[in-house]
C-alpha cells in the first residue's frame, strides 16, 4: 500500500476452505473518509475471466457446448475470418487461451510486434542476472519470490513501486479503455471488433485479448438460452457469491468503493468514468475478497474431489467435476503469461507446474492465479492447493478443500500484486504445516 500509493486496499486469506484472513486497508473513498472494510466491493478487472470460464466449463459438461466448434455456430453474427488469404476457423477452446488472433485494445498490429520484440529483448538481457541471483538467494537459504515481469502486454500489470506516481502503464493510453458508451446487450458490444482483421492465424500465437472474452460472453449467452448477465448473477447465486455483480454505474451498489489514478502532476485524483458494459465477461465485475475466496474455495473442492477416498459418500460432488478444473489448469502450448515468469497461460488461468529440477535446490509449487487491472483498480486471485498425501487420501482423514487461497483487490490501477499474493500464501501454507508439527 505505501510503496505503490494505494489509497485503499482489500485482503483476503483461506486455509482450507476456512476464511482466516479478511481485512481492509486505507479508505475506500478518499474524500469522504470513508475506510475499507472486508465487505468492500471493488472492480475484479480480469479476474473477470475466471468466472466466465467458470461459465463456460459448467456448459461444457453439461454437454451444450463444444469447445472446438467454430464460434460462428453459436454466434452467427461474428463473421467468418480469413488471414492470408486462408479461411480460418476460432473456437471456444482458442478464446479461453488468447489463441484466436482477435486484437487487444491496440489496434495496430506494428506496435505489438513492436512491444513483443522489446520484451523478448528484454527477457533475455534479464535472464543471466535473474539466475546469478537466484543462485546467490538460493545458497544463502532465501526462496526468492518475486518473479521480473519482462512482459507488459497484460493489462495493468506494470511495476509501479519502481516507478513515480502518475507515470501511466502505456497500456492505459489505449482509447478503448476510456468508453462511455453502455451496450444493451454482449452482441451489440461485438462492433467493436469483429470486422477488424485477425493479427495472427488462430492456434498459432498468443495475444492476450479482452475482446476473446467479449465474444466468449456471446457464446455462453446463446448457449444457455440466457442473457449472459442473468446466467452469470445466478451462477454467482449458486455459488454463494452474494457480493458479486455487474459494474453499473447506475445501480446502488452498497460498499462499493470509488476509483483512483495519479495525474501527470502525481497527485491523487478519482478515475474517469468508463462503461464496462462492453467487456463483462472479461474485466466487468465487481466483488469482495471474501466472494473470490468462495469462487476460489469452490474450484479447489472441485479439483481435490475426485482424490479422496474413503468418505462413505459423504463428500458432495464440487460445482464441477475433477477432470474439468484439472483441464482448465492445464498448461496450454505457445502461451506465455505476463504476471508470472514461471507460469504458462492455460484456459483462463495462468498455472505454474510442480518442478524440482535438482536435489536441494529450489522447488516450483503447483498454483493457480490471475491478475486484473482495469481504470483505477488492480487485483489478484491465487489459489496454492496443498499437495495431497497418500495415507491422508486414502484413510479419509482430511477433506476438501485442501490449500491456500489468496485474493487482493486494491482502488489504484497498474498496481503488481501478484508475487506479494504469492509471498502470503507461502507464509499462511508454511504456518499451517508448522501448527501440524508442534
Known amino acids: 500500500q505505501d510503496e505503490a500509493g494505494i ?8 486455509v482450507d476452505g476456512r476464511e482466516v484472513w479478511s481485512e481492509g486497508l486505507g479508505y475506500a473513498d478518499v474524500e469522504n473518509r470513508v475506510v475499507c472494510k472486508p465487505e468492500t466491493i471493488m472492480r475484479i478487472a480480469s479476474i473477470s475471466k475466471c468466472l466466465t470460464m467458470m461459465a463456460v466449463a459448467k456448459l461444457w459438461e453439461e454437454g451444450k457446448l463444444d469447445l472446438d466448434a467454430p464460434v460462428q455456430k453459436y454466434v452467427p453474427e461474428f463473421p467468418e475470418k480469413v488471414y492470408k488469404g486462408e479461411k480460418v476457423a476460432i ?21 505489438v510486434k513492436e512491444e513483443k520484440e522489446k520484451a523478448n529483448r528484454a527477457c533475455k538481457l534479464t535472464k543471466p542476472d535473474q539466475d546469478k541471483e537466484q543462485k546467490e538467494k538460493e545458497g ?53 471488433f469483429k470486422n477488424d482483421p485477425l493479427f495472427f492465424k488462430p492456434g498459432s500465437q498468443f495475444l492476450y485479448s479482452t475482446y476473446g472474452f467479449t465474444l466468449l460472453s456471446a ?42 489514478v495519479y495525474n501527470k502532476k502525481g497527485r491523487l485524483v478519482n478515475a474517469p468514468y468508463v462503461d464496462n458494459s462492453y ?8 466483488s ?9 474455495n469452490a474450484l479447489l473442492y472441485s479439483y ?13 460432488p464440487g460445482y464441477l467435476k475433477p477432470d474439468t478444473v484439472a483441464m482448465m489448469w492445464t498448461p496450454v502450448p505457445k502461451t506465455e503469461v505476463s504476471w ?4 504458462k497461460y492455460a484456459m483462463a488461468w495462468a498455472v505454474v507446474e510442480k518442478k524440482q529440477q535438482c536435489g536441494c535446490c529450489r522447488r516450483q509449487r503447483h498454483y493457480a492465479s490471475h491478475t486484473g487491472g482495469a481504470v483505477g483498480a488492480s487485483s489478484v486471485l491465487l489459489i496454492l492447493p496443498e499437495e495431497l498425501d497418500s495415507e491422508a487420501i486414502d484413510t479419509g482423514l482430511v477433506a476438501p478443500p485442501r490449500g491456500v487461497i489468496v485474493s487482493i483487490i486494491c482502488n489504484m490501477q497498474s498496481v503488481s500484486l501478484n508475487s506479494t499474493a504469492l509471498k502470503i500464501a507461502r507464509e499462511f501454507d508454511k504456518e499451517k504445516w508448522a501448527q501440524y508439527i508442534d
Open 219 to 260: 457464446v455462453v449467452e446463446r448457449v444457455s438460452g440466457q442473457k449472459f448477465t442473468d446466467y452469470m448473477l445466478k451462477m454467482f447465486h449458486d455459488l454463494d457469491m452474494l457480493s458479486t455483480v455487474l459494474d453499473d454505474n447506475e445501480a446502488m451498489i452498497y460498499n462499493r468503493a470509488r476509483c483512483y
Open 304 to 316: 481435490q474431489a475426485g482424490q479422496f477416498k474413503n468418505t462413505d459418500g459423504k463428500l458432495l
Open 7 to 14: 489509497p485503499g486496499i482489500l485482503v483476503g486469506v483461506s
Open 279 to 286: 467487456k463483462w465477461a472479461g474485466g466487468g465485475f465487481l
Open 340 to 343: 508470472d515468469r514461471d507460469g
Open 288 to 296: 469482495s475478497v471474501g466472494d473470490l475466496l468462495k469462487f476460489g
Open 140 to 192: 544463502k537459504g532465501i526462496e526468492k519470490t518475486d518473479p521480473v515481469k519482462p512482459r507488459k502486454e497484460h493489462e495493468g500489470e506494470v511495476k509501479s513501486r519502481n516507478s513515480k506516481p502518475g507515470r501511466r502503464d502505456k497500456e492505459f493510453e489505449q482509447e478503448e479503455y476510456y468508453l462511455k458508451e453502455k451496450f444493451e446487450s454482449v452482441i451489440e458490444s461485438l462492433k467493436l
Open 91 to 111: 473456437t471456444t477452446r482458442l478464446l479461453v487461451s488468447h489463441l484466436s488472433g482477435i486484437r487487444h485494445y491496440e489496434k495496430d498490429i506494428t506496435k
